[in-house]
Nanobody, 115 residues
Framework: VQLQAFGGGLVQAGGYLRLSCAAS????????MGWFRQAPGKEREFVAH????????NYADSVKGRFTISRDNAKNTVYLQMNSLKPEDTAVYYC?????????WGQGTQVTVSS
């Protein structure tokens, strides 16, 4: 599966962005999907996860209540709605697809939150 993330940008603190990750090359509904992020000088960290059907979601404590992950299997796309953004949310955001123990990564999209 190939993944293409987009939707990043520069936003002021308190603002919002919606990231999208489009999948191709395989049956999208076979994959659980996730978002991770990596800030400069830090390790990549988990942000959110959604099950294959969308019935189960999980979030990092740092984004719970502010970010929402969703998916549209008809459009082969997973989304990350990010509200009430904080400067500490600044990072490169990556989507991934997981099938059994195999992970696939897309290229990142930069999110910068100014104070």
């Amino acid at each position: 599966v190939q993944l293409q993330a987009f939707g990043g940008g520069l936003v002021q603190a308190g603002g919002y962005l919606r990231l999208s990750c489009a999948a191709s090359g395989s049956t999208f509904s076979n994959y659980a999907m996730g978002w991770f992020r990596q800030a400069p000088g830090k390790e990549r960290e988990f942000v959110a996860h959604i099950s294959r059907t969308g019935s189960v979601t999980n979030y990092a404590d740092s984004v719970k209540g502010r970010f929402t992950i969703s998916r549209d299997n008809a459009k082969n796309t997973v989304y990350l709605q990010m509200n009430s953004l904080k400067p500490e949310d600044t990072a490169v955001y990556y989507c991934n697809a997981r099938q059994m123990l195999v992970l696939y990564w897309g290229q990142g999209t930069q999110v910068t939150v100014s104070s």
